[in-house]
C-alpha cells in the first residue's frame, strides 16, 4: 500500500510549532503533499529540507510569505518537474511533480494549489486564468502518464461538499463557473475525484477546510476543499481515506488515501 496524504498548512513554520512533524511520524505516509509553504528555500534550508524523515521537494513562490508548495516523500523520484504554465502561475509556486518511472510504468504525484478568488474580483479572475491553463495541462498529461495530483483546490464541488451552500451560490469557490469546471475535469476529462469514488453519501464529515470567523470548525460548518484528483487507473487502486481531526495543525484537515501502487 501507498499512503498519500494532502494538507494545506497555512504555513510551514506555524503547522510544524502544532505538532505536525511528530503527527507525521506516527501516521507514516509515503509521501505527503503541502501546500501554502509560505516560505522561501532560505527558511528551509537546515530546517524544512526533511520532515519524519522524508525529502521535500519545492515549488517556492516569489513573494515572501505567499503561497508555495511541496512534495515530501520516502522513494526517490525519477524526476521532478516545477511548475507548469511556465508564466503567471509559476512565479506563485503553486505546483510541483514527483515522477517516479520504471520501465514499467509511470507514474507522477502533484502538490498543486488552486488560487483562491476570496480576496476579490481581480482574483477570481485569476482563478479563471488558471483553471483555464490546468485543464489542458492535466489533460495532457493523462495522455502520458498516469498521475494523483493532491491540493487545496478552493472548491467545493456539489451542495453536499459545504455545509451552507445556499448562501454561499456566488462566493468564490463555490460559483457556478468552478463547479462546471469541477465536472467537466471529473466527468467529461475522466480525472477521477477519489474521495467520492470511495465515500459517494458522506456529508459533514467530508470537510476538510473551515473557516475561522466565529465557531466555525467548532460547530463543522465546513468546506471539501482538499482533493485527490486521480487518472482512472491509480484511482482503482484506492483502499480507504481518512481525514484528520484530532490535532489542528492549521485551518485545513490533512486528508489521507492509501493506494495500492
Excluded at 509515503?30 to 509553504?37: A, L, N, P
Excluded at 474580483?121 to 482563478?127: F, H, V
Aim: with cysteine.
Amino acid at each position: 500500500m501507498f499512503k498519500l496524504t494532502s494538507l494545506n498548512l497555512n504555513g510551514i513554520r506555524s503547522a510544524t510549532s502544532k505538532g505536525l512533524e511528530a503527527w507525521i511520524a506516527q501516521a507514516q505516509p509515503d509521501c505527503i503533499c503541502v501546500q501554502e509553504v509560505k516560505a522561501q528555500a532560505a527558511d528551509v534550508a537546515d530546517k524544512f529540507e526533511t520532515l519524519a524523515g522524508m525529502k521535500g521537494h519545492f515549488h517556492f513562490a516569489e513573494k515572501k510569505g505567499y503561497s508555495g508548495v511541496a512534495a515530501y516523500t520516502r522513494l526517490e523520484p525519477s524526476d521532478v518537474i516545477v511548475g507548469f504554465d511556465g508564466g503567471e502561475f509559476d512565479g506563485e509556486g503553486r505546483y510541483v511533480e514527483l515522477r517516479f518511472d520504471t520501465p514499467m510504468r509511470k507514474h507522477s504525484i502533484i502538490s498543486a494549489y488552486f488560487p483562491s478568488g476570496s480576496s476579490g474580483e481581480d482574483r477570481q479572475q485569476a482563478k479563471f486564468r488558471f483553471l483555464n491553463l490546468m485543464y489542458p495541462h492535466l489533460q495532457s498529461l493523462k495522455s502520458q502518464r498516469d498521475f494523483i495530483l493532491c491540493g487545496d483546490i478552493n472548491i467545493a464541488h456539489k451542495e453536499v461538499d459545504l455545509k451552507n451552500w445556499r448562501s454561499n451560490q456566488k462566493n468564490s469557490g463555490f460559483t457556478p463557473e468552478e463547479r462546471a469546471w469541477m465536472t467537466k475535469l471529473t466527468v467529461d476529462g475522466g480525472i477521477v475525484d477519489v474521495y467520492r469514488q470511495l465515500e459517494p453519501n458522506t456529508t459533514d464529515d467530508c470537510y476538510t477546510w473551515w473557516s475561522n470567523r466565529g465557531q466555525a470548525y467548532a460547530n463543522n460548518v465546513g468546506w471539501r476543499l482538499d482533493y485527490h484528483l486521480a487518472t482512472p487507473a491509480l484511482a482503482a487502486g484506492a483502499q480507504s481515506v481518512s481525514i484528520y481531526k484530532g490535532e489542528k495543525f492549521s485551518d485545513h484537515a490533512p486528508i489521507t488515501i492509501a493506494y495500492a501502487w
